[in-house]
């Protein structure tokens, strides 16, 4: 067997039993409170964390009842905005169009959490210093030390490193099993998955 596939899945666990799962309880009621109060989740991110922020948004909408948007799902307005205006500030703009205000929420997935001194993800970092002048709350599932996000955001998980030469593979897996987590919670879910509300309609029928 191989040794890598060993280690990576030791890992995972291991990145699993060190999740600061008060940290996601918090998001939780975060949330609960954002759909009570008729707000809007913003999820952003880039390269791999863009995908999970499109797939996360489908659940939270679906499975959570929350209005959820991303701009990574409007290609045409995303590329359009980062020719003419610049990679930078393609999420803050996005969010002024949006009227974003202080019942919405911005969530923010990515590995290194945007910096502005190493010019990693700095669209992130505009997005959440817009965010933070609209007065949103600022909620992310991140990795490494957290970056720009968990030095400015209100609730941030911190994906463990176990692994420094893993931190990418976990810490996108991760977001999908925190995110996974909240949408589930009962405090949250106001619709079942397919699978398992079509098991418990079979049972029923028994």
Known sequence: ??????????????????????????????????????????????????????HAVNDFRKLAGIEAYSPVDNVS?????????????????WLKVSRACERDVLFIM????????????????????????????????VGRDGGYTKQRGDTVVVIPTINPQSVTPHTEAFQAVVWHALVSDPRLTVRGNKWETTAVAARGRR
Do not use: P, Y
């Open 110 to 141: 990515s590995v290194g959490g945007g910096s502005r001194e190493r010019s990693i993800s700095v669209n992130l970092v505009a997005a959440i210093d817009e965010a933070k002048a609209r007065g949103l709350d600022v909620l992310g599932i």
């Open 1 to 54: 067997m191989s040794s890598f596939l060993e280690r990576h899945f030791e890992e995972t666990a291991e990145v699993a039993r060190q999740l600061d799962v008060e940290a996601i309880d918090r998001m939780v009621g975060r949330l609960v409170r954002l759909r009570e109060e008729g707000g809007r989740l913003f999820l952003c991110g880039v390269g791999g964390s863009a995908g999970n922020c499109s």
């Open 77 to 93: 307005e995303l590329t359009a905005r980062t020719n003419d205006e610049g990679w930078e500030t393609v999420f803050a703009e």
